[in-house]
Nanobody, 121 residues
Framework: EVQFVESGGGLVPAGGSLRLSCAASGFTFDDYSIGWFRQAPGKEREGVSCVDSIDGSTYYVDSVKGRFTISRDNAKNTVYLQMDRLKPEDTAVYFC??????????????WGQGTQVTVSS
């Protein structure tokens, strides 16, 4: 069974940083793309970033480009999201998931329980 456990969230002031971790199990981690998503209260879930398993290509939503960095450590079955220069609008529950394939194209699934990120103004 594919499982993700997110951690690293917390309360930070605007301009601060956090590093989220997504620990994966139940599948051959090296073969799958992994994405980070977020959902703020009253809003739809939004794709934030993704890293593929072909050559480590990364993708970001425009609102986080230049501030967030996704990376993967295949030896630890973990994907990270380094979040710098955080803004109050980054406040959300952050989740990770996979497309069950090598690229970031397609539907994502196997959602973790999420980790709360709160950025104070």
């Amino acid at each position: 069974e594919v499982q993700f456990v997110e951690s690293g969230g917390g309360l930070v002031p605007a301009g601060g940083s956090l590093r989220l971790s997504c620990a994966a199990s139940g599948f051959t981690f090296d073969d799958y793309s992994i994405g980070w998503f977020r959902q703020a209260p009253g809003k739809e879930r939004e794709g934030v970033s993704c890293v593929d398993s072909i050559d480590g290509s990364t993708y970001y939503v425009d609102s986080v480009k230049g501030r967030f960095t996704i990376s993967r450590d295949n030896a630890k079955n973990t994907v990270y999201l380094q979040m710098d220069r955080l803004k109050p609008e980054d406040t959300a529950v952050y989740f990770c998931a996979t497309t069950y394939g090598t690229t970031c194209a397609g539907d994502f699934g196997s959602w973790g329980q999420g980790t709360q990120v709160t950025v104070s103004s």
